[in-house]
């Protein structure tokens, strides 16, 4: 077991982390950065990154990460490949194990463990993930143009997703799994009132077709019938919600009741002194790359400030 002290260390290696590792290396805070289960976080799997500023032509997404990290790394962040495994915020310093056998002593964390999209568990969405099947309207919506898809999701984020599609595609089918939506009333209204979306009631994804060039169509079941039906589209996007990457601080950060950390208004700081929450692991709102960054620059910022605060105390 091995041992090491540290003023700032990054847990999460997406936009956020990285962002706050630049911003923290340029300070001289000297930052350590373990990168978790999935290095560089969710745009790794994303083939082509077209609304982060700066990339006139587009990125490739792990690309992007790579790029990202080289930056981090010129400023003297020291990035190590590792995973969070226990976490003790009870007293200051704040302890953090890695991989089950390492224990690193941090004068402040920055969280920037991000969320995972939820899918539907069927083999077929992995298969044609990114060609075809996503989990983000926002991001991917663009490449769909003048297509057919579909948006799976009852929600106010599936109606919001479908809306938004709608403006870009010829035809949205919204699949519903009951008889009503989950989505508030307005966002209802909203589904209701655009010609093009097409709501498919007690229905369910049997299976997500499709062949070299990606997804050409969905198999669906009415599980009140058992009828199914194929329906041909381009594209097919997973609205049924996201799960932060946070369980491993519920016994002492504060969250909502999905597992999004709190912070406090305007700032990253949460409830533990000297751990701030940065990305996707707070934002179940807008959730995108750069907004992930512009947080990782918050915490950076916040993390720098309440070390100044610390060692004018013990002066």
């Not at 790579?66 to 010129?74: I, P, S, V």
Request: hydrophobic share 35%.
């Amino acid at each position: 077991m091995t041992k090491e002290e540290v003023k700032v260390l990054i847990i999460g290696s997406g936009p956020a982390g990285y962002t706050a590792a630049i911003y923290a290396a340029r300070a001289g805070l000297k930052p350590v950065l373990y990168t978790g289960g999935q290095p560089g976080g969710q745009l790794t799997t994303t083939n082509d990154v077209e609304n982060f500023p700066g990339y006139p032509e587009g990125i490739n997404g792990p690309q992007m990460m790579m790029d990202l990290q080289k930056q981090a790394e010129r400023f003297g962040t020291k990035i190590n490949y590792g995973l969070v495994t226990a976490v003790d915020f009870s007293g200051y310093p704040h302890k953090v194990t890695i991989d089950e056998k390492d224990e690193v002593i941090a004068e402040s964390i920055i969280i920037a463990t991000g969320a995972t999209a939820k899918y539907l568990g069927l083999p077929s969405e992995e298969k044609f993930y990114n060609r075809g099947v996503s989990a983000c309207a926002v991001c991917d919506g663009y490449f769909y143009r003048g297509k057919e898809v579909a948006v799976v999701g009852a929600g106010d984020s599936a109606a919001e997703e479908a809306t938004y599609l709608s403006k870009l595609c010829t035809k949205v089918h919204l699949i519903v799994r009951r008889d009503e939506m989950r989505a508030s009333k307005i966002m209802q209204n909203r589904v209701v009132n655009t010609p093009n979306i097409e709501v498919h009631w007690n229905t369910e994804t049997e299976e997500i077709l499709g062949d070299d060039s990606g997804v050409t169509g969905v198999r669906l079941v009415n599980n009140k019938t058992g009828e199914k039906k194929v329906i041909t589209l381009q594209g097919f996007f997973l609205a049924i919600g996201h799960k932060p990457n946070t369980d491993i601080f519920k016994d002492y950060i504060e969250m909502d009741e999905t597992g999004y950390i709190k912070v406090q208004a305007g700032s990253t700081k949460t409830n533990i002194e000297g751990v701030f929450a940065v990305g996707d692991a707070a934002d179940k709102i807008y959730r995108q790359a750069i907004t992930a960054a512009g947080t990782g620059c918050m915490g950076a910022l916040d993390a720098e400030k309440f070390l100044v605060a610390k060692e004018l105390q013990t002066v």
